[in-house]
C-alpha cells in the first residue's frame, strides 16, 4: 500500500472524526467520512463546520476537494481499505461506556472483507479482543486518540506519541496505520490491543487525578493561607511532576475525563477489582464544582434573588463543548438556592441554551455583569482578563469576583475595588 495516496475512511465525523479526516487531507490522502447524521453531513458538504475548533474551518477548506463526505457505508467501503471508527461512546447509566455505535460500525463491514478497521474511539480494555471474538477475521487496529479540543489540529499534527495496538492477524493493517502517522513524528508505540486500550484509559484517569489531587490542595491551602498557585509552580518544576494539569480550579469537565475516568472504574469493577483512587478523583471533582457555592455565600449571605453572571459557560476555552461542563453543575446549583443565573460564553451560547434553558443568555460579559451581586469566571477565554475592570466594577451591584480558574489578576481587581477570591489562594491581609 502507498502511504502518500492510500484512501482513508473516517466513520463518524465529529470532533476526532473532523479532525482526523481534515488532518489525513491535509497530508494528501483522499478521505471518505461518514455520518449517520444527514443534516451534518450536508453542513459539511457546503463547507460549514458543524463545532468551534481553531483553524478546523480554515483547513477543511483547504482539503475540501480531497473529502467526500457521505451517509453511505457502502461507498466508504467501495472506495477505501482502511476505516477509522470515530464515533462517540457516551457513558450508560451504570457508568460504563456505551459501545452500541462502535458495534454498528463493526455490523456494517462484511463478513470477509479485507477492510482494516481502526479503533479511534475510546473504549474499555477488552473491547478489541470481544470485537474479534464476533468478527475472527476482522483486521483490527487500537489506535487511540489523545487530542485535546481547543489545540485538536496542533496535537493531531504533532503527537507525543502514536499508540498502535495490535493482536496475530492484523500486522499488516497495523503497518499500514504506521505508516500514514510515520510523516508526523511522535515515538511510535506499537503494542497489543488490550495494552493500548488501556493506555488511553490511564492516561485520561492519570490527568484527571492529578487535577483532582492540585484541587484538594487548593483546598488545604485555603485553610492554611499558602498560595496553590505557588505551590504547583514549586511542584511542577520537579521533572518527575512536571508543570501540566496542576491549575486548581472548579474541575474537570468536557467528554473525556469524566466518562473515560467512569469507565475505567467501571471496567474494574466488573473485572472484581475496587479501583479506590478513582473513587476519590470522581468524589473530589464533583465537589469541588459545588464550592463556589460556599464561597459566594461567604460574601453575600443568601444567594435567594442575588444576580449572579457566569463568565464562560464550554468546559474550556477555546471550544463550543458543554458536555459534563462544570457550568452545568454550578448553575443548577445557584438556582437551586434561588439565585438568577446570568451567562456569557463567546462561542458557547447556542450549544448552551438548550442544556440551561433557565440560564440568561447575555451578548456580552459587559452586559452580563451590569446589575449583577458577583460574578464567577468558569471558562478562561482571554477576553474576559481584557475587560474594563474598573469600568464593571462601576455597572455591577456589588463587586464580588470569585476566580473558578485562577485566571485574572487578583491584585489588580483588588486595587479597582473588587472583592476577589480564587481557587486556594490567601486573603489579603487587610481581609478584602
Ligand atoms: N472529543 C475529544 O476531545 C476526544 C479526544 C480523544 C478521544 N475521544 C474519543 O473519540 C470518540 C469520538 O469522540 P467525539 O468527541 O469526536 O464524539 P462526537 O460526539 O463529537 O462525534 C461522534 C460522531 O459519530 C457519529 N456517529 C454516531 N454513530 C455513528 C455510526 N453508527 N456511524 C457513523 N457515524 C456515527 C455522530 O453522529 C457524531 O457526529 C469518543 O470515543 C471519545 O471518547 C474524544
Request: hydrophobic letters at 40%; aromatic letters at 6%.
Amino acid at each position: 500500500m502507498d502511504a502518500e495516496r492510500e484512501a482513508v475512511g473516517v466513520v463518524g465525523v465529529g470532533w476526532v472524526g473532523l479532525v482526523t479526516a481534515t488532518c489525513f487531507a491535509e497530508l494528501g490522502h483522499p478521505i471518505v467520512a461518514l455520518d449517520v447524521n444527514e443534516e451534518k453531513v450536508e453542513s459539511l458538504r457546503r463547507g460549514e463546520v458543524t463545532i468551534h475548533e481553531p483553524g478546523l474551518a480554515e483547513l477543511l477548506e483547504k482539503n475540501s476537494e480531497r473529502i467526500t463526505f457521505t451517509t453511505s457505508m457502502g461507498e466508504v467501503l467501495a472506495a477505501t481499505r482502511i476505516l477509522f471508527c470515530c464515533v462517540d461512546t457516551p457513558p450508560t447509566y451504570s457508568g460504563d461506556a456505551d459501545l452500541s455505535r462502535v458495534r454498528s460500525v463493526v455490523a456494517q463491514i462484511p463478513e470477509g472483507s479485507e477492510h482494516a478497521l481502526v479503533m479511534k474511539s475510546t473504549v474499555p480494555s477488552g473491547t478489541g479482543a470481544s470485537i474479534r471474538r464476533d468478527k475472527p477475521d476482522l483486521r483490527y487496529v487500537s489506535c487511540p486518540e489523545f487530542l485535546k479540543e481547543g489545540s485538536a489540529i496542533e496535537d493531531f499534527m504533532h503527537p507525543d506519541r502514536v499508540v498502535v495496538g495490535v493482536d496475530e492477524g492484523s500486522e499488516e493493517a497495523a503497518d499500514a496505520v504506521e505508516r500514514l502517522y510515520q510523516p508526523l513524528g511522535g515515538e511510535m508505540v506499537r503494542t497489543d490491543v488490550a495494552s493500548a486500550e488501556m493506555i488511553k484509559l490511564a492516561s485520561n484517569a492519570f490527568l484527571a487525578t492529578k487535577i483532582s489531587f492540585i484541587n484538594e490542595i487548593a483546598n488545604v491551602c485555603e485553610q492554611t493561607g499558602a498560595d496553590v498557585i505557588e505551590v504547583a509552580r514549586g511542584m511542577g518544576l520537579d521533572e518527575r511532576i512536571g508543570a501540566s494539569f496542576l491549575r486548581a480550579g472548579i474541575g474537570y469537565g468536557g467528554s473525556c475525563f469524566p466518562k473515560d475516568v467512569s469507565a475505567l472504574k467501571q471496567l474494574a469493577g466488573n473485572s472484581g477489582y475496587h479501583f479506590q483512587l478513582l473513587n476519590a478523583v470522581i468524589e473530589v471533582n464533583e465537589l469541588q464544582k459545588r464550592r463556589v457555592i460556599a464561597k459566594l455565600e461567604k460574601h453575600l449571605g443568601s444567594l435567594a434573588d442575588k444576580r449572579i453572571a457566569l463568565l464562560g459557560l464550554a468546559f474550556k476555552p477555546d471550544t463550543d463543548d458543554m458536555r459534563e461542563a462544570s457550568s452545568l453543575v454550578l448553575s443548577a446549583r445557584l438556582q437551586g438556592e434561588g439565585a438568577e443565573v446570568v451567562a456569557y460564553d463567546p462561542v458557547a451560547e447556542e450549544s448552551a441554551a438548550s442544556m440551561l434553558p433557565d440560564v440568561e443568555m447575555a451578548s456580552s460579559a459587559t452586559a452580563a455583569l451590569e446589575g449583577a451581586d458577583a460574578a464567577v469566571l468558569v471558562t478562561e477565554w482571554p477576553e474576559f482578563s481584557e475587560l474594563d475592570w474598573a469600568m464593571v466594577r462601576e455597572s455591577m451591584a456589588s463587586p464580588v469576583l470569585i476566580d473558578g480558574r485562577n485566571y485574572l489578576d487578583s491584585d489588580a481587581l483588588r486595587a479597582a475595588g473588587f472583592v476577589y477570591d480564587g481557587i486556594g489562594r490567601p486573603d489579603p491581609p487587610d481581609g478584602t
